[in-house]
């Protein structure tokens, strides 16, 4: 049973940067792609960042490219994402993923989520 579990959520200002952690367990992690989605009140869950199982390739929304970086640790079942220059849009729940091939579909393991929330 795969399971995934968030840390690093809380509650900053505007410029302030913040880094999610996401432990994987229950399959072979270095195997699968990774992702941090991200839903805020009354809005679809949207894919913020993703990166390769082996982590050779990363993906941003233009939303946060320059300012987010995705990393992973295979060695230690991790994947963490990077957040500088936080704006109050970037408010969410943010979940880690797990899929199978694709690097932007296919997400089938989710996180329970951790809130960030950005002050102006």
């Known amino acids: 049973q795969v399971q995934l579990v968030e840390s690093g959520g809380g509650l900053v200002q505007a410029g302030g940067s913040l880094r999610l952690s996401c432990a994987a367990s229950?399959?072979?992690?270095?195997?699968?792609?990774m992702g941090w989605f991200r839903q805020a009140p009354g809005k679809a869950r949207d894919l913020v960042a993703a990166?390769?199982?082996?982590?050779?390739?990363?993906y941003y929304a233009d939303s946060v490219k320059g300012r987010f970086t995705i990393s992973r640790d295979n060695a230690k079942n991790t994947v963490c994402l990077q957040m500088s220059d936080l704006k109050p849009e970037d408010t969410a729940v943010y979940y880690c993923?797990?899929?199978?091939?694709?690097?932007?579909?296919?997400?089938?393991?989710w996180g329970q989520g951790t809130q960030v929330t950005v002050s102006s």
């Open positions: 993923a797990q899929g199978e091939t694709s690097l932007l579909t296919g997400y089938i393991y």
């Open positions: 990166i390769t199982s082996s982590g050779a390739f990363t």
């Open positions: 229950g399959r072979t992690f270095r195997y699968y792609p």
